[in-house]
């Protein structure tokens, strides 16, 4: 770890100074400079693409705020996002950090091809493999932010750049899942290859590839114009990620609470060092810092923090969130929300998914991000299931969550409309704070399942659309770009 996190550190630096020096030279011209001289370069390269990752994976503006689970506590730092008041001018979005990572693994493909790797071949197979993986994520997120985007798949060597129009979503989600479909035929090859192996969490292996795509064939299914083979395909991926060794924590408290290198539920996560990032990861805007909570009777029960740098008190979970927890006894209240109690009532309910780590300065936000859990794994299966009317094994993999949770299986109606309402509602309990709700709202409202704009409160007598504005910057780059649907 100590090595992977130098790596990234340093790559970091890198394609942040290729950011600055645009202006003079191409960004592939100048990692061309430094890199890919010998075989030795291309891991340390792809290491430092998980930045770009990682960065995408801690900005909740796109997969949560937009959702019902957030309110303001005491400091609110919400964007137009969170207030649905999205336009041209109000909100749109400049996606180069996407391209950024896209050009980068672009460029890796290119030049490692005239690599023989001759005393490694699977050390190549391995080096492709995570960058198909990388790439793909970057798409499948560009999509379910924009609905639609340009593909690019050349790799930029010169000053000659090759403008895109807009892809329909159905061919972005192909490339999504052809992408995902190469990087397991590389990681298969390879003559080590075992399902269960994870050299690390951090990084893409076989299992969190079948995961990824699995959450990519629901998406096609729902939104993309996909049917009934892509949710038997996602089931099928589903149950390959069960083989690869995951399994469910019997304590709910280490979802969060222990890192994902010793955790058997994560497949997939970004990980976080005290030192590492200034302020920690999207959590810190969900702890309170301590002057906040003067006066309350539960103070050190309350995850806080001394210095407001390190927290800084925005986020609350939503009363409709905290409705989703019918069931009192239900084990991961104490793992979502703790509300703070004075002499006159409770005020605000605080986050408590990610409560960080108190060193001997202070708290900090350093919780390994989940990307892919196998309870998530479950829920989508469920909901797969669901939809191809398999009622039956829909309430099992629903019913394996619940179980863990300590709350009874369910018991409402076996019904195709109730069964989905109830796997939505557990998304909400499961996987609050984990940056998902949005794209599950949108999902499901793409399914019919839900009315997203009767839903969401800030949602409610608006029309804006479901997806982001691009910027001017990027039309005026690109004048074969056009705006996002449903913006003037």
Not at 299 to 306: A, F, G, S
Not at 307 to 314: C, E, I, L, V
Request: one cysteine or more; glycine letters at 6%.
């Amino acid at each position: 770890m100590k090595k992977t996190s130098c790596y990234i550190m340093f790559l970091a630096l890198l394609f942040t100074s290729c950011d600055k020096l645009l202006d003079v030279k191409p960004q592939s011209q100048i990692t061309d400079q430094v890199f890919f001289r010998n075989e030795g370069d291309f891991e340390p390269n792809v290491v430092g693409i998980y930045t770009v990752m990682r960065s995408i994976a801690n900005n909740v503006t796109y997969g949560t705020e937009r959702s019902e689970e957030l309110i303001s506590a005491t400091n609110s730092r919400f964007t137009v996002a969170w207030s649905q008041t999205l336009s041209p001018s109000s909100g749109a979005v400049n996606y180069s950090e996407w391209y950024r990572g896209i050009g980068h693994c672009n460029l890796l493909l290119d030049k490692i091809q005239d690599f023989a790797f001759a005393a490694n071949p699977n050390l190549k197979k391995k080096i492709v493999g995570e960058t198909l993986a990388l790439r793909a994520y970057f798409y499948f997120h560009l999509l379910r932010v924009f609905g639609s985007v340009p593909i690019v798949l050349e790799a930029i060597t010169d000053e000659n750049v090759i403008l895109h129009k807009r892809a329909s979503a159905q061919e972005v989600i192909a490339q999504v899942l052809s992408d995902l479909d190469k990087a397991t035929a590389q990681f298969t090859g390879m003559t080590d290859f075992s399902k269960t192996n994870y050299p690390t969490k951090y990084r893409f292996a076989y299992g969190s590839v079948m995961a990824m795509k699995a959450d990519a064939l629901l998406w096609k299914a729902s939104v993309a114009g996909g049917g009934p083979a892509d949710l038997q395909a996602a089931v099928a991926a589903i149950t390959e990620a069960e083989s690869t060794g995951v399994s469910l924590q019997p304590d709910f408290a280490k979802v969060t609470g222990v890192r994902a290198a010793a955790n058997n539920e994560v497949l997939m996560a970004a990980y976080y060092n005290k030192d590492e990032t200034p302020g920690g990861n999207y959590a810190k805007n969900a702890l309170p810092f301590k002057d906040i909570l003067e006066g309350a009777i539960n103070k050190e029960q309350i995850p806080y923090v001394k210095n407001s740098t390190n927290g800084q008190g925005a986020y609350q979970i939503s009363p409709l969130s905290k409705s989703l927890f019918t069931n009192p006894a239900d084990k991961r209240i104490p793992y979502t929300w703790i509300a703070d109690m004075y002499a006159s009532g409770p005020k605000i309910s605080w986050i408590t998914k990610y409560p960080g780590t108190v060193y001997a300065d202070d708290r900090y936000a350093d919780n390994d991000l989940i990307i892919y859990r196998l309870a998530d794994l479950y829920l989508l299966k469920a909901e797969a299931y669901a939809a191809l009317d398999d009622l039956n094994n829909s309430k099992k993999y629903l019913d394996n969550v619940k179980l863990r949770a300590g709350v009874e299986a369910y018991t409402g109606d076996m019904t195709k409309t109730a069964l989905e309402k109830e796997i939505l509602n557990e998304r909400g309990r499961e996987l609050f704070f984990e940056n998902k709700r949005w794209f599950d709202l949108v999902r499901f409202h793409k399914a019919g399942i839900i009315d997203v704009y009767n839903y969401v409160p800030n949602l409610k007598g608006k029309t804006t659309p479901l997806f982001w504005p691009v910027n001017t910057t990027v039309l005026a780059n690109n004048p074969d770009m056009t705006q996002t649907d449903g913006y003037k």
